[in-house]
């Protein structure tokens, strides 16, 4: 599980995009190399493009509250999570699905305690 960034380093990264010292630093980075590969055409046209910036967040969300709940319950039947099961790629979630690779015999879900509230305050201390 990852750890909290501390809010200094949040700080330093939002000043790091806002003064725009990634684009001053890919310019010098640039002009390096081009000084010591002067025929690179790719340099040359991203020299006069300029710099993008690469450090971008991702636009979607990989494991949603409701996808947490469904890999848990899962794994608590099967025994097994797979990844591949939230492709957005059918041909791999349907693979992934279609294996039988079962970790000794299914667990046992009680059905009433399922949706309970302690079963839901619970829920870590459960999961193998």
């Keep these: 599980m990852a750890g909290k960034t501390s809010t200094s380093k949040t700080a330093y990264y939002a000043r790091y995009k806002a003064n725009k010292v990634w684009e001053k630093n890919r310019i010098k980075r640039m002009q390096k190399a081009f000084k010591k590969q002067p025929t690179n055409k790719q340099l040359e046209d991203a020299i006069k493009q300029g710099p993008v910036y690469r450090r971008k967040t991702p636009k979607t969300q ?14 608590q039947i099967t025994g097994v999570f797979d990844r591949a099961y939230m492709s957005a790629n059918q041909d791999a979630a349907f693979a992934a699905r279609n294996k039988t690779k ?10 009433k305690a399922m949706f ?3 079963a839901r305050a619970n829920l870590n201390s459960k999961v193998n």
Excluded: C, F, N, Y
Aim: proline share 4%.
């Design 62 to 75: 990989e494991w949603s509250s409701s996808w947490i709940r469904v890999a848990t319950l899962i794994r």
């Design 102 to 111: 079962h970790v000794g015999k299914p667990g046992h879900v009680d059905q």
């Design 116 to 118: 309970s509230l302690q």
